[in-house]
């Protein structure tokens, strides 16, 4: 099979929960800080208070980032509010992030079960659909979240694939042939379509080995069935180049700063809004 060639566009740039390398994520400090670099897109993940207001929040507990205890969505964002990430900013309503920065696209994350039902409506209130790329691990999640979505705006999101269309991509991939139809046709009930795999370069399996996930063989497949693929999370410049040459559509990354540069010394700076 021919490798995938080169693309000469734009490659996508994520800013992993923005831009802090103090460990200020997803913090309005972040995202501006990624928005100041150049950034168009920002990758963010959602959780939901017990009283229904969205957060751009990655874990489910206070514990890593702010040294509180308490789950999310067993605490009030009355309770949550003062909380500082990192010692430095406060914890983000997602509504903020949108209004303060209309400026930024977001790649969102859905990772809690309350979410699946409040961002839609948010997304929906504020008029935010064009602006975001919606995904989860969780397949239902996705699926559920997209579909309510569409129930509110009469239209969908673009979306990244959960982890069941990941890995249904890379077996397909592997089988080569007809098999992404068919496989797509048998599966369409659990696994909503996709038009971003957004997946880690390498995968560690049983045993240790290290599996290499994005070869030229998966990129050449995804490329021929129209599926644009984003790698995470690369921190390192030299593999930041080595992935773009070998033709991936766009990277996620903590080190935004790099990143950016990189694309500027390719003439690939700034990037698109797309």
């Known amino acids: ?60 507990t206070l514990d890593r980032v702010t040294g509180r205890s308490g789950e999310v969505s067993n605490l009030t964002w009355e309770q949550i509010r003062s909380e500082r990430v990192a010692g430095a900013g406060c914890i983000t309503r997602l509504a903020d992030l949108l209004t303060e920065l209309p400026e930024l696209k977001l790649n969102i994350d859905v990772k809690d079960e309350a979410s699946v039902t409040a961002l839609p409506s948010l997304l929906h209130e504020l008029g935010a659909v064009d602006r975001v790329r919606v995904t989860s691990f969780s397949e239902s999640r996705r699926r559920r979240t997209l579909r309510r979505l569409r129930e509110l705006a009469g239209r969908s999101a673009p979306t990244s694939s959960g982890q069941g269309g990941m890995r249904l991509l ?16 048998v599966a369409a009930r659990w696994i909503e379509p996709f038009d971003t795999v957004q997946i880690p370069r390498r995968h560690r399996v049983r045993g240790g080995v290290e599996v290499e996930l994005v070869t030229p063989r998966f990129l050449d ?15 390192d410049a030299a593999e930041m180049a080595e992935l773009l040459e070998l033709g991936v559509d766009g990277i996620v990354t903590d080190r935004a700063d790099l990143l950016a540069g990189l694309l500027e010394q390719r003439g690939q700076w700034p990037p698109s809004g797309g």
């Open 1 to 60: 099979m021919t490798p995938a060639p080169h693309r000469r566009g734009t490659p996508a740039a994520l800013a992993h929960r923005g831009f802090s390398r103090e460990g200020a994520e997803n913090t309005l400090d972040a995202f501006r800080a990624a928005r100041d670099l150049g950034y168009v897109w920002v990758e963010t993940d959602v959780n939901t208070t017990s009283d229904g207001v969205v957060l751009s929040f990655h874990d489910d």
């Open 170 to 185: 890379l077996v397909c991939s592997w089988l080569g042939g007809p098999s992404w139809g068919l496989a797509r046709r």
């Open 221 to 235: 497949f995804a490329h021929r069935h129209g599926i644009h693929v984003h790698v995470w999370t690369v921190n």
